[in-house]
């Protein structure tokens, strides 16, 4: 699989949670990497992204509160996410940025009280 999701888990508002996403050496080496998300319902979207030099993008629902983070060593992509809200439960993606080839099966977080 080049892309594998993890991390994801059912959290109450104001919880933090960090999901993984192990990553294909031949996506790794792209441009940049990035987290997508699918709330129920709704199309996915992108959330944040990381370039290979190691600038960060945040889409403004999340900014502030998520970081987005990659080891290169480890071929990992990380999402740390803080001060979760009801509105972030979704299906989670990692893919390669700006042009995401193949999808991952994901990773569910729901926040729930």
């Known amino acids: 699989e080049p892309l594998v999701e993890s991390g994801g888990d059912v959290v109450q508002p104001g919880d933090s949670l960090r999901l993984s996403c192990e990553v294909s050496?031949?996506?790794?080496?792209?441009?940049?990497l990035a987290w997508y998300r699918q709330p129920p319902g709704e199309e996915r979207e992108l959330i944040c992204a990381i370039r290979d030099d190691g600038a960060t993008w945040y889409n403004d629902p999340v900014k502030g509160r998520f970081t987005i983070s990659r080891e290169d060593a480890k071929k990992m992509l990380y999402l740390q996410m803080d001060s979760l809200k009801f509105e972030d439960t979704a299906m989670y993606y990692c893919a390669a940025f700006p042009d995401p080839t193949s999808w991952g099966p994901g990773t569910q977080v729901t926040v729930s009280s």
């Open positions: 050496g031949r996506i790794f080496s792209g441009p940049g």
